[in-house]
């Protein structure tokens, strides 16, 4: 091949084509679009290793960086202890709260008292709340590797040791007494026997089922559970330990809430797709109700005493009605917008009751589906951010608050 020097033309071309592939290739790196600072360069290295590092862009207060940090720290992040302060104060100065939506409050007929309480870890981050026969409540401290009980009586708290990494997210009791739960971050379900403190550990049989994410007893004591990520659907009989897994009809349907009927038919939402499915406890075949607006995300689902599904539309902002014996779906706007982030959500005493996890302050949601008219209520201290919520022997909603460290109970009064 002959060598020749660039003309002036080619060698212009060469040099843009070079600054815009370098310029690319800066912008693949991880970080490299966040602002400078002294511990940008920490920031980087430490907080990319567990999860996507562009999730940093979300933004906390000022409080809820410190307490993000503990969280990192609870779970053994690899952040040297002498840059905690600085990592912090460059999150805290690089990436404010971002606009949220005002809690919008509506009166209505119904009292509610809500209490509180602190859990015994700071930044342990309680995602799942249970509300146990014998009356006290427990959550998955997820960060901190620990299932908590709370005696609402007494506010005294309880707290139970998985293995590390575990990453504790969903929980249920069984007919004994036994806590069951999920290992996020250790593709596990375990079961705590509270009276001697045993967790025992059943391993997912298939890889790719990385993240057991929530789980409900059907009535014969079955355990049906979901993976998120994993994109599948699992049933564990708790008398052999096996577990088998099935994978939706949906690519990237990402199974999120689970619930089991009055007439035992376990039911799911797709968090990655706009539907809502069935699962025959029999076959495993499952069946998918798709919703009308492509952009549906129902996160969390809960089921009235007729059989109808009501759902959360976390991406839209809607309360969502589906009845499966039709197909037939009604959506109403909610309170705060569509930005408002409905999520966690049961059905009780007659009505609909959830949270609006972005509204701010996070507020507790009840709509009557006989008058189709919301009530709505802030939750104390802001709320941040109630994932779930479980219903106690007396039909009271129960609350896990992870960012504010709590769990809670909504005691529902009565008509005024």
Same mark, same amino acid.
């Given at each position: 091949?002959?060598?020749?020097?660039?003309?002036?033309?080619?060698?212009?071309?060469?040099?843009?084509?070079?600054?815009?592939?370098?310029?690319?290739?800066?912008?693949?790196?991880?970080?490299?679009?966040?602002?400078?600072?002294a511990?940008?360069g920490?920031?980087?290295a430490?907080?990319?290793?567990?999860?996507?590092?562009?999730?940093?862009?979300?933004?906390?207060? %000022?409080?809820?960086?410190?307490?993000?940090?503990?969280?990192?720290?609870?779970?053994?992040?690899?952040?040297?202890?002498?840059? *905690?302060?600085?990592?912090?104060?460059?999150?805290v100065?690089?990436?404010?709260?971002?606009?949220?939506? /005002?809690?919008?409050?509506?009166?209505?007929?119904?009292?509610?008292s809500?209490? !509180?309480?602190? *859990? /015994?870890i700071?930044?342990?981050?309680?995602?799942?709340?249970?509300? /146990?026969?014998?009356?006290?409540?427990?959550?998955?401290?997820?960060?901190?590797?620990?299932?908590g009980?709370?005696?609402?009586?007494?506010?005294?708290?309880?707290?139970?040791?998985?293995?590390? !990494?575990?990453?504790?997210?969903?929980?249920?009791?069984?007919?004994?007494?036994?806590?069951? $739960?999920?290992?996020?971050?250790?593709?596990?379900?375990?079961?705590?026997?509270?009276?001697?403190?045993?967790v025992?550990?059943?391993?997912m049989?298939?890889?790719?089922?990385?993240?057991?994410?929530?789980?409900?007893?059907?009535?014969?004591?079955?355990?049906?559970?979901? *993976?998120?990520?994993?994109?599948?659907?699992?049933?564990?009989?708790p008398?052999s330990?096996?577990?088998?897994?099935?994978?939706?009809?949906?690519?990237?349907?990402?199974?999120?809430?689970?619930?089991?009927?009055?007439?035992?038919?376990?039911?799911?939402?797709? $968090?990655?797709?706009?539907?809502?499915?069935?699962?025959?406890?029999?076959?495993?075949?499952?069946?998918?109700?798709?919703?009308?607006?492509?952009?549906?995300?129902?996160?969390?689902?809960?089921?009235? %005493?007729?059989?109808?599904?009501?759902?959360?539309? $976390?991406?839209?902002?809607?309360?969502?009605?589906?009845d %499966?014996?039709?197909?037939?779906?009604?959506?109403?706007?909610?309170?705060?917008?569509?930005n408002?982030?409905?999520?966690?959500?049961? $059905?009780?005493?007659? /009505?609909v009751?959830?949270?609006?996890?972005?509204?701010?302050?996070?507020?507790?949601?009840?709509?009557?589906?006989?008058?189709?008219?919301?009530?709505?209520?802030?939750? %104390?201290?802001?709320?941040?951010?109630?994932?779930?919520?479980?219903?106690?022997?007396?039909?009271?909603?129960?609350?896990?608050?992870?960012?504010?460290?709590?769990?809670?109970?909504v005691?529902?009064?009565?008509?005024?």
């Amino acid at each position: 091949m002959t060598n020749r020097a660039l003309t002036p033309t080619i060698a212009t071309l060469f040099a843009a084509t070079m600054a815009l592939t370098g310029a690319a290739m800066a912008q693949q790196q991880p970080g490299a679009d966040f602002p400078e600072g002294a511990a940008k360069g920490d920031v980087v290295a430490s907080c990319g290793g567990c999860h996507d590092i562009n999730r940093l862009k979300a933004g906390y207060t %000022p409080q809820g960086w410190h307490t993000v940090m503990r969280m990192m720290q609870n779970f053994e992040a690899p952040i040297p202890a002498d840059r *905690v302060a600085a990592i912090t104060d460059y999150l805290v100065k690089s990436f404010p709260e971002k606009p949220r939506p /005002a809690a919008v409050l509506i009166e209505g007929p119904v009292d509610v008292s809500i209490r !509180q309480w602190p *859990v /015994a870890i700071p930044g342990e981050r309680p995602h799942d709340p249970l509300a /146990a026969r014998d009356g006290s409540i427990w959550y998955t401290g997820q960060l901190a590797n620990v299932l908590g009980r709370l005696d609402p009586k007494t506010g005294q708290v309880r707290e139970y040791r998985v293995k590390p !990494q575990t990453g504790p997210h969903g929980l249920k009791e069984d007919r004994d007494g036994n806590i069951w $739960f999920t290992g996020n971050f250790s593709s596990v379900i375990g079961k705590l026997d509270p009276a001697s403190g045993k967790v025992t550990e059943y391993p997912m049989p298939d890889p790719a089922a990385k993240d057991p994410h929530s789980l409900v007893f059907d009535h014969d004591g079955v355990l049906w559970f979901t *993976v998120q990520q994993g994109n599948k659907v699992g049933r564990l009989d708790p008398k052999s330990g096996e577990i088998k897994l099935v994978t939706p009809p949906t690519a990237g349907a990402r199974p999120y809430g689970i619930e089991v009927d009055a007439r035992n038919v376990v039911y799911f939402v797709e $968090f990655g797709a706009p539907k809502i499915a069935t699962i025959d406890r029999a076959t495993l075949a499952i069946r998918e109700f798709p919703l009308p607006d492509a952009a549906a995300r129902p996160r969390r689902l809960a089921i009235g %005493p007729d059989g109808v599904i009501w759902y959360s539309d $976390f991406a839209r902002g809607f309360l969502g009605r589906l009845d %499966p014996a039709t197909g037939q779906v009604k959506e109403w706007q909610s309170p705060s917008g569509p930005n408002a982030q409905p999520y966690g959500i049961v $059905f009780t005493k007659g /009505a609909v009751w959830y949270s609006e996890s972005a509204a701010k302050p996070n507020t507790i949601v009840r709509f009557d589906p006989a008058t189709e008219k919301f009530q709505t209520w802030s939750v %104390p201290g802001g709320g941040d951010i109630v994932r779930n919520m479980d219903v106690t022997s007396d039909g009271n909603p129960v609350t896990a608050n992870s960012l504010v460290n709590e769990v809670g109970l909504v005691e529902v009064k009565g008509s005024r």
